[in-house]
């Protein structure tokens, strides 16, 4: 294999540092920008690879990114779902214009500054203070086994650390949380800015009686607490969103609890045959739940071991084994 890789360059210092590192490791390094229209993140990128003495493709992805993620945003949240859109662009738009600018330019690897590990073609948990193997869980196995991640054993302070050190731009540059497209994180005015306007309707407990208004099911997900003020003294959280109706459940905690639920659409990176244990993560975060995973090809039901927080329709769920990710699908 040659040395080349094509990295991600977002401008940020994450990818940075994780040029700097591959550098060091003797890798021959060009850099890739997608571009969706940010123009300060650009200029950002642009910076980053002059100082690395790097050569930039910047591609416009702004297509790709509407088709394949954007609108399949919308259209869950009109279903009633919360969708992850983070998990979708990593698959069909990110490593896929990775690998094919790698391909134009005869380079094996491709990288990015993501906090997760890959060793011999699999996909690891990074390091526990910051791992974002959740969200590359659906990465097509082609695309992991030519994935470099450099940033896999740091946390996010040592990165900062060595950034400074290595005298990267981006050093100080504020971590990036919030969706790309959706900068300020107000996605129900994204979605009406497109012209979608889901209407009003009603909030309704588990017997069907109305308790009040809604502002249109866009603006809520399951498990939700902020924003329901009711007179009963009691607190109450979104536990049933309801399209065909358009009407939102309304429960306390204890509905939100459950002991199963079925994901589908997995796409298996290490594939298993017969029931299986595991650890689950329902959501980005830290938490995950033991498990007794029952396959079907590409769907699955899940059996927790002991009840699960609101795992939510439309958002990713991921099985473990230890570090190891052995797939992920959507919780349906």
């Known amino acids: 294999m040659n040395k ?16 700097h590192l591959l550098q060091k490791q003797g890798y021959e390094l060009y850099g890739l920008y997608m571009d969706i229209g940010t123009e300060g993140a650009k200029n950002d990128a642009v910076s980053a690879a002059l100082s690395l003495g790097i050569p930039l493709e910047i591609r416009d992805t702004s297509e790709e990114l509407e088709e394949k ?30 690998c094919d600018h790698a391909d134009e330019i005869g380079a094996d690897f491709i990288a990015t500054g993501h906090y997760a590990r890959t ?13 974002q193997s959740y969200m590359l869980c659906r ?43 959706i900068p300020d994180k107000d996605y129900a005015a994204y979605i009406e800015k497109r012209g979608v306007y889901p209407p009003e309707g009603n909030f309704v407990d588990e017997r069907g009686r109305v308790l009040g208004r809604h502002r249109g099911i866009h603006r809520y997900t399951i498990g939700q607490r902020r924003g329901l003020n009711f007179s009963a003294g009691k607190r109450v959280y979104v536990s049933e969103i309801r399209p065909e109706t358009n009407e939102i459940v309304l429960s306390e905690g204890e509905a939100l609890m459950t002991g199963s639920m079925k ?13 299986f244990s595991a650890e689950v993560r329902v959501r980005h975060s830290k ?38 990710v052995l797939g992920g699908g959507f919780i349906v």
């Not at 080349?4 to 040029?19: E, M, P, Y």
């Not at 899940?302 to 991921?318: E, H, I, L, N």
């Open 4 to 19: 080349k890789v094509v990295l991600g360059l977002s401008g940020g210092v994450d990818s940075a540092l994780a040029a």
């Open 69 to 98: 993620v954007c609108a399949p945003f919308v259209s869950a949240y009109l279903r009633g779902e919360t969708p992850n859109p983070c998990v979708l662009c990593n698959r069909l738009v990110k490593f896929k214009v990775l």
């Open 119 to 131: 060793i011999n073609g699999a996909l690891y948990k990074g390091h526990p203070e910051n791992d």
């Open 139 to 181: 990465i097509k196995p082609r695309q992991l086994a030519r994935l470099l991640l450099p940033l896999g054993e740091y946390s996010k302070n040592q990165v900062r650390a060595l950034a400074h050190e290595f005298l990267v731009p981006a050093a100080e540059k504020p971590a990036s949380m919030e969706i790309c497209f």
């Open 263 to 275: 994901v589908h659409d997995i796409n298996w990176l290490i594939p298993q045959e017969g029931d």
């Open 287 to 324: 938490t995950q739940t033991q498990a007794l995973i029952s396959p079907k090809g590409n769907s699955a039901e899940v059996f927790f071991k002991r009840p699960v927080r609101a795992p939510t329709s439309g958002q990713t769920a991921v099985f473990y084994k230890d570090d190891l």
